[in-house]
């Protein structure tokens, strides 16, 4: 799949010990890629990538610490970089908004600047956010084209490596210049609402749905009525794949920025998400209660992901329904038989798509 551009290629992930780092490490590993990883010790106890137990190069180290990123850079010569590095958590910022900042914006810059100075380096997907984006609570999906914005610092944080990213690209990865004054292509990729199994981190819906169950208590559903572009942590994982493989083949077309994001069916409200997720698990238990006062989050989000199903021909695999039923069964398989269930699941996901004829499985 991906026209075999991963088998045997060296290619770095930052944020490999993080969620959907550890995921993306799983994959290309499957497909065949010498990676290395660049990240902090996992935050949490499980963490996804301990139980994965991949057998990867690991680096522990802050994406703030441009010293040493360069000497692992120039250590590895990586061909294909993956950025996914953050401080991730909307309600975290408004704690630590100088360090959100700091990793998020600041962290992006020295990644892209280790990529320039790194001659090897042939393509780079840097991720950041459906966040990035000025909300305007708007019912039609935000395009690529939309204004940066963002009200918390977690998503100005994400606007802003927006506009570091594009500032790389045109000051030093110009596509007019490819070929002649480097050979480097850089995009960046926005998701929705990732999940899946394997994610604990704190103040998101369903980590909180899954460890309440686990302990047979009742979970405080916060903002019901807020609306999300919900996915399964593999459909922006293999956008991110596909237009890694673009960028490596030189397709200087799809240096830009790019939305991944669900159909309509995966938009809904986080209330329904939540009974989506009891449907496949009985032992979780809602509570519609009034929650306490929480620092603002936005109440709509939409993503229109046209630019990448007309040019990239990327679509998603699962229905929501199958979203839901692959990140419940995943937590009742860890917490119910001690099993961790990611690759069994990441095989199925690609015999659908396979079964899809999707066209990065070729």
């Keep these: 799949?991906?026209?075999?551009?991963?088998?045997?290629?060296?290619?770095?992930?930052?944020?490999?010990?993080?969620?959907k780092g550890s995921w993306l490490a799983a994959w290309l590993k499957m497909l065949g890629a010498d990676v290395c990883g660049i990240a902090l010790e996992p935050e949490t106890a499980p963490a996804h990538w301990n139980l994965l137990a991949l057998d990867v190069k690991s680096v522990i180290c802050d994406i703030r610490d441009r010293e040493k990123l360069q000497k692992i850079f120039a250590e590895f010569q990586p061909e294909t970089v993956f950025h996914l590095a953050a401080q991730p958590i909307v309600l975290r910022s408004y704690g630590i908004p100088v360090e959100t900042f700091e990793i998020n914006v600041m962290g992006t810059a020295n990644i892209l600047e280790c990529c320039r100075n790194t001659p090897s380096v042939r393509a780079i997907v840097a991720v950041t956010s459906d966040k990035c984006y000025e909300n305007r609570e708007q019912t039609a999906g935000y395009t690529e084209s939309d204004p940066m914005g963002g009200y918390d610092p977690y998503s100005a944080s994400k606007g802003c490596s927006e506009l570091v990213i594009n500032s790389w690209r045109r000051s030093f990865f110009n596509i007019e210049d490819y070929g002649k004054k480097h050979h480097t292509l850089l995009a960046s990729g926005r998701a929705g609402n990732v999940i899946g199994g394997g994610d604990w981190a704190a103040n998101r819906l369903?980590?909180?749905?899954?460890?309440?169950?686990?302990?047979?208590?009742a979970v405080l559903i916060r903002n019901p009525r807020s609306t999300r572009p919900w996915q399964h942590v593999l459909e922006p994982l293999s956008g991110y794949l596909q237009l890694g493989a673009e960028l490596f083949k030189g397709s200087t077309n799809t240096a830009e920025a790019w939305n991944f994001g669900p159909?309509?069916?995966?938009?809904?409200?986080?209330?329904?998400?939540?009974?989506?997720?009891?449907?496949?698990?009985?032992?979780?238990?809602?509570?519609?209660?009034?929650?306490?006062?929480?620092?603002?989050?936005?109440?709509?989000?939409?993503?229109?992901?046209?630019?990448?199903?007309?040019?990239?021909?990327?679509?998603?695999?699962?229905?929501?329904?199958?979203?839901?039923?692959?990140t419940a069964t995943w937590y009742k398989e860890f917490y119910l038989n001690n099993k961790t269930v990611s690759f069994e699941q990441l095989e199925k996901y690609l015999h659908l798509a396979e079964e899809r004829n999707l066209k990065w499985t070729e």
């Design 206 to 217: 369903i980590p909180d749905i899954v460890k309440a169950a686990a302990e047979k208590k």
């Design 1 to 19: 799949m991906f026209d075999s551009i991963y088998k045997g290629r060296k290619v770095l992930i930052t944020g490999h010990t993080g969620f």
């Design 263 to 326: 159909d309509n069916s995966g938009i809904i409200d986080v209330g329904t998400a939540a009974k989506k997720m009891q449907e496949y698990w009985e032992d979780i238990e809602l509570d519609f209660g009034t929650p306490p006062k929480q620092p603002h989050e936005a109440g709509l989000l939409h993503l229109n992901c046209e630019k990448a199903e007309k040019k990239l021909q990327w679509h998603g695999v699962l229905s929501a329904d199958e979203m839901f039923e692959f």
